[in-house]
């Protein structure tokens, strides 16, 4: 049976993920929320946009889960974000990982979103009141 | 050849897509390609860093290109 579930889409369903990783076999789920922050480095952000290069996106998103699953153990991971216009408080990305126990879905749930923001082709523009910045592009 | 560009790469070039005719003038590896790219568009060069993707999947500078490559440059990610 497929373990992972990994998607690109334009609007986020966070609800639905407990019922993704719900597993017989887990004691622990774990889900990180990545979500729109009002204010970055002191200015107010009135909305985000990503875009990304889907296909490598999407396989590389595979990847990190597969790794996850190999390296954990876990029974069930979920890797989906968010692309589009986004605005302060909406959901951009829904990581979880489901274990047989608790330590190994925090430490898996960790790898995936700080994997995913070091290797996913997916870019993220800040839109302020005066200019637009994309994040990380410069040193 | 065509070249795919995003983000902020996509910005500094003025379009999505860079056509390179057949023959002269066309990098044959991923260096000469990251090097044609630079010198054409110095802002390239000036990101804090700059991959090369081919057939969807990161690749070093010594990877020669082969006609039918999907090749992208990929500026620095900033997901989640």
Redesign the interface.
Known sequence: MNKTIIEIVDSLEVSKVYAELSDPQSGGICVFV?TVREVTQGETVVALE????R???L?EMEKIALEAVEKWQLNKVVIR?AIGAKKVEDP??VVGASAPHRDACFEACRYL?DT??????????EIFKNKTV?????? | MEILLFGIAKDIVGKSKIQFAAGEGQPTSVKELRQTLESAYPDLGRLSSMAVAVNSEYVRDELILKPGDEIAIIPPVSGG
């Open positions: 990545g990503f875009e990304t290069y296909n490598m996106a396989k974000h951009v990305v979103i995913l923001k070091e290797r996913v082709p997916i870019w993220k523009k994309w994040v990380s592009a410069h040193p």
